[in-house]
């Protein structure tokens, strides 16, 4: 999938949004949930960054300059609806909504991305989803990565190594019988 296609689906995915948000009469509120989608997107991106040691603070200053960039165009985006409103036309907030709804869904999917690279499980059809909108070099990332020691844990074999462990832990802080001598039981 291209880029333009990725676009594409974005487009279609914020239309179905700006639709249902504005049967819901939530126009106004679109913004908080884009800055809170705009966080979420942040902080899951810092703890991406930091879980495959790749934190860098120049790209999470880029980062945080696109989102600012986002909320200008929110903003011109804003003074052009009511540029309509003041000459008698009013679109009833459907232009800030489809703007806005394109940026949610755009968040929406990055806080997917670096949950899916934390190696948080996600649902396969979404997974395939990323998978094939980022198949264009141009995109975010070439194409979605686990880290391949989390596919291959089995955790039957891990809740049993925990119980030991924790067996091993009480054995330890048990108090020893026979005069203190630790090889002793």
Request: glycine share 10%.
């Amino acid at each position: 999938m291209n880029r333009m296609e990725a676009t594409g689906v974005k487009g279609v995915l914020a239309s179905f949004t700006s639709f249902f948000v504005y049967i819901m009469g939530l126009v106004n509120e679109v913004v908080v949930v884009l800055i809170f989608f705009m966080m979420l997107d942040f902080v899951t991106g810092m703890f991406r960054a930091y879980m495959t040691k790749t934190l860098n603070s120049t790209l999470g200053l880029v980062g945080i300059f696109k989102k600012i960039g986002i909320l200008v165009v929110i903003g011109v985006t804003g003074s052009i609806e009511y540029i309509f409103i003041s000459m008698g036309q009013d679109p009833k907030g459907l232009v800030l909504l489809a703007v806005t709804s394109f940026f949610v869904v755009n968040e929406g999917l990055s806080i997917l991305e670096n949950c899916a690279q934390l190696g948080i499980p996600i649902p396969p059809i979404l997974f395939n989803a990323l998978e094939k909108l980022h198949r264009d070099p141009l995109g975010k990332e070439a194409a979605l990565e686990r880290d391949p020691l989390l596919d291959n844990l089995d955790k039957k074999e891990l809740m049993k190594e925990n119980k030991q462990l924790q067996q091993e832990v009480i054995k330890e802080k048990a108090p020893m019988k026979g005069g203190g001598d630790k090889w002793k039981k």
